[in-house]
């Protein structure tokens, strides 16, 4: 069983930057994707990046240049740090892993979500 735990949320103003971890527990493989996905309300919940072990990663298109994804395989912790930040990035944040090896899709283990807003 994996557990995931966000943090990092708040409100930031148009421009402005944030930084979310996700720490895991239980079993996580280097080559699991770990990743974050957002859902705006009335949206539907949308990638917001992924990665998977040796710096592989894949972004939604909206935050392709502003926001970037890493993470600690010693610490089994993911992070985001998003920069650049607009009014349309405002979603709840959620952290994914997923448990099929390099699968790129969001898995079944997601965390409890953390707000993000924006303001203008």
């Known amino acids: 069983q994996v557990q995931l735990v966000e943090s990092g949320g708040g409100l930031v103003q148009a421009g402005g930057s944030l930084r979310l971890s996700c720490a895991a527990s239980g079993r996580i493989l280097s080559f699991n994707a770990m990743g974050w996905y957002r859902q705006a309300p009335g949206k539907q919940r949308e990638l917001v990046a992924t990665?998977?072990?040796?710096?592989?990663?894949n972004y939604g298109e909206s935050v392709k240049g502003r926001f970037t994804i890493s993470r600690d395989n010693a610490k089994n912790t993911v992070y985001l740090q998003m920069s650049s930040l607009k009014p349309e990035d405002t979603a709840v944040y959620y952290c994914?892993?997923?448990?099929?090896?390099?699968?790129w899709g969001p898995g079944q283990y997601w965390g409890q979500g953390t707000q993000v807003t924006v303001s203008s």
């Open positions: 994914n892993v997923n448990s099929v090896p390099f699968h």
């Open positions: 990665i998977i072990t040796g710096g592989s990663t």
